[in-house]
């Protein structure tokens, strides 16, 4: 047995502690919610708003609707009628602002009490087949199944030789935790950044003196409430009973009086109260909020001992974007969450472990949820003796005490390692578990945590310190300024979140990836250029920024323009225009002379359809406008005029060609810029064909002669030979050569 543990062995001797009859866990219904009847819904922005923004949107959307609290990217708000509620959350999921819009619904604990007994023995933690149980200090031995435990004396033998010195954080989210407890005390997460009781938010996180976590049910730093009717004894407030967080906190973290799993290594809880009031009413919106804060703050694991069964698909989207393990509990209806889910046990998520109820007999317990596709494990639930509210100890059953039970083991496998991530202790957890035949059928992988065996695969335990990389590449599709980008990361923990912000930031500006605006599908499109810092984080914690400069399309769109004269006199203008970049928006020409903002709403559309030409006269000048999807504009004026051919010359005068050649008959027209039209006229259409172009094409053998003619009557002509090929290969065109013009 490990030295640290053998130093704290005596310390399992329970002290006798008062009558908490208040709290009567058991009974808790979704119906005892003060939120099933509520008018409160949960809007998720896509991008972090100020409360103001967020203010003036939603009145245009839904004015009638209170906004209660607000944080980033996160606001709660309150309806006037429950009715409206199925409208409103139409509208608002229409809205291209908005990510996820759900009414907020209750939560409940996933324990039970049981009064007048106290423990002297964690059978969790060592089963040799028998533990002591107590009825008034009267101690009676009771059997259990030897081995059903955690083995966790042998894992503190292991600990000894393994680099256990990182401090590791705890999240509760559950009631409040007794900080002052003897137990507790030394093991709860300060908040360096916040100077106490001076009534500022000295690190503008959103919350005022949060010095040890945070009362998200009261919106105050208090997170444990005494009764205070009792000077000798200052238990749990009956109207606000936080014992139930400071039981799973204990079984973590108790140095005195039980021994917490991960107490011999440097563990701190950080409380963060959701559930209170005279039921332990709680809400996903205020789960969330923690989960939030919980983030912000560097946690590195979260114990949820609680749950609902309505589904919220903020709450699963949170979850998932976090970088801490969750660790969750199946709930205590006896029901199968296959079939009758619990959130969030339910969902499927790579950095979550929802955990069952097993007892010292080493069967599900009865009351415990379970479910082969939606609950991982169990561990030990049942009579477990931890700390309570006035620096006593009582003990609780339930699923709630078997999830900090699996917080506690993976607590031990994050101290041994830097920069870890859940995934990866997760899957050494599973791969480690101590096989439990009677839970075979009932959950995912059939067994309990073996704290000693999980030790064992320390050299299983992934380190990711590479920071992930970002490529960033601007495209200019019509009107957008679009973002196309590429995060990897090469540690192996995966790409967490990506956020972005205008301006020059750092890394601690976004809050450990819970401030910025979010980014969906690698894609981002913005409505202006300019300087932008984009964040990216990692599941092991590691944090990039990217300053990026997105340079819009300034470039106006290339315009130019040719012109050629037809048989009846009129001319044909060709208008040649390209934009490599936002590409082409409007293309437009007009009779004169204009400036370019004289085809905001004048000019003729020139289409592709018409391939970018029109019909002109002699003697007029033309303006073309041309302007791109970013806003560039451009013109060209071109001046339409008959131009006679004053010499002509063709690239040949005499060619022999093969049946079945062809050949290009190509006339040089001087001056360059003359209007005449060429036409070709074959002496024997029989022998050659020549299209308008001066393609031929040999028909038959013969001689045949072509004349090229200007309208102004300039005449060349040229001679043609057609043989016959001798075999069928040499009937094959050979590759056409140009030729010197001749005269």
């Known amino acids: 047995m490990g030295i640290f543990f053998k130093q704290h062995l005596h310390k399992l001797i329970p002290a006798l502690f008062l009558l908490l009859s208040s709290l009567l866990l058991s009974g808790m219904t979704p119906k005892d919610s003060a939120f099933s009847d509520s008018c409160e819904l949960m809007i998720l922005w896509k991008d972090s708003i100020s409360r103001d923004e967020a203010l003036h949107r939603l009145s245009s959307l839904c004015p009638e609707l209170i906004v209660t609290d607000h944080l980033a990217d996160f606001s709660i708000c309150q309806s006037p009628s429950a009715k409206q509620l199925a409208g409103q959350l139409l509208v608002l999921n229409s809205d291209e602002a908005i990510r996820i819009a759900e009414p907020n619904h209750s939560t409940t604990l996933c324990g039970t009490m049981d009064t007048l007994s106290y423990f002297d023995a964690q059978w969790a933690l060592h089963n040799t087949g028998g533990y002591t149980y107590y009825i008034n200090q009267l101690p009676i031995h009771r059997s259990s199944v ?130 209170g009031g005279k039921k332990n009413s709680g809400s996903i919106a205020d789960a969330i909020r923690a989960i939030k804060y919980a983030q912000a703050a ?52 790579d950095n979550m472990i929802s955990v069952a109820n097993i007892t010292q007999s080493g069967t599900l317990a009865f009351d415990s949820n379970y479910g082969l596709s939606t609950v991982d494990i169990a561990a030990p639930g049942q009579d477990i003796y931890s700390t309570t509210v006035g620096g006593e100890y009582h003990y609780l059953s339930g699923t709630s005490m078997a999830a900090p039970v699996v917080s506690g083991v993976s607590a031990l496998l994050y101290a041994c390692g830097e920069s870890v991530y859940p995934q990866n202790v997760k899957e050494i957890l599973l791969q480690t578990l101590k096989p439990m035949e009677s839970l075979i059928g009932y959950v995912r992988y059939p067994g309990i945590p073996d704290a000693a065996q999980m030790l064992r695969a320390f050299d299983s335990l992934a380190s990711d310190s590479i920071p992930p990389t970002l490529r960033i590449e601007t495209q200019y599709p019509e009107s957008m300024l679009l973002l196309l980008l590429e995060p990897e990361d090469l540690g192996g923990s995966g790409i967490r979140t990506l956020r972005y912000a205008p301006g020059v930031l750092d890394t601690a500006y976004f809050c450990n990836g819970t401030a910025g605006q979010s980014i969906s599908d690698c894609r981002l499109s913005l409505s202006k250029a300019g300087t932008y810092t984009f964040y990216l984080s990692d599941y092991a914690g590691n944090e990039a920024v990217c300053v990026y400069n997105v340079q819009d399309d300034t470039i106006p769109p290339a315009l130019s323009a040719s012109y050629t004269e037809n048989p009846d006199g009129t001319f044909t203008v060709t208008v040649t225009a390209t934009d490599s970049e936002s590409g082409l928006k409007r293309l437009r020409y007009s009779e004169g002379t204009h400036p370019e903002h004289y085809f905001l709403a004048a000019g003729e559309d020139l289409l592709p359809e018409s391939h970018y030409s029109f019909l002109a006269t002699a003697d007029t000048t033309y303006t073309i406008y041309a302007a791109d999807y970013r806003g560039n504009k451009t013109t060209h004026t071109i001046t339409v005029s008959k131009t006679p051919a004053e010499r002509l010359y063709l690239n040949t005068s005499e060619r022999t060609l093969q049946t079945g050649e062809q050949f290009r008959l190509v006339p040089l027209v001087l001056p360059f810029h003359a209007t005449d039209t060429i036409s070709y006229t074959v002496s024997d259409e029989t022998l050659l064909s020549a299209a308008a172009d001066g393609r031929l094409t040999a028909l038959a053998p013969g001689t045949v002669s072509v004349s090229v003619t200007t309208s102004v009557g300039l005449t060349k002509m040229c001679v043609i030979h057609i043989t016959v090929p001798e075999t069928p290969e040499e009937a094959t065109a050979p590759p056409e050569t140009p030729e010197a013009y001749s005269d």
């Not at 967080?245 to 973290?253: F, P, R, Y």
């Not at 946690?299 to 589904?311: E, L, P, R």
């Not at 970088?323 to 296959?338: K, P, Y």
């Open 146 to 275: 030897a081995d059903i435990d955690i083995n966790l004396p042998e894992a503190y033998e292991l600990l000894e030789a393994l680099p256990a010195t990182r401090t590791v954080t705890v999240a509760i989210i559950d009631t409040g935790v007794d900080i002052s407890h003897p137990a507790l005390k030394d093991h709860i997460r300060i908040n360096e950044k916040e100077i106490p009781g001076n009534g500022i938010d000295d690190d503008n996180n959103g919350y005022i003196d949060d010095v040890y976590g945070w009362d998200f049910y009261n919106k105050d730093n208090t997170v444990c409430h005494y009764d205070l009717s009792d000077p000798e004894f200052h238990g749990a407030d009956p109207d606000d009973n936080d014992t139930h967080g400071t039981h799973c906190a204990g079984i973590i973290a108790s140095s005195e009086g039980v021994f917490g799993v991960a107490a011999g290594v440097d563990i701190r809880i950080l409380p963060l109260k959701i559930h």
């Open 298 to 349: 560097g946690a590195d694991i979260c114990n949820m001992s609680w749950g609902t069964t309505v589904y919220s698909e903020a709450l699963e989207a949170v979850m998932r974007e976090s970088d801490m393990l969750f660790v969750v509990a199946a709930g205590n209806s006896g029901n199968n969450n296959n079939s009758s889910p619990q959130y969030p046990a339910s969902y499927l998520l």
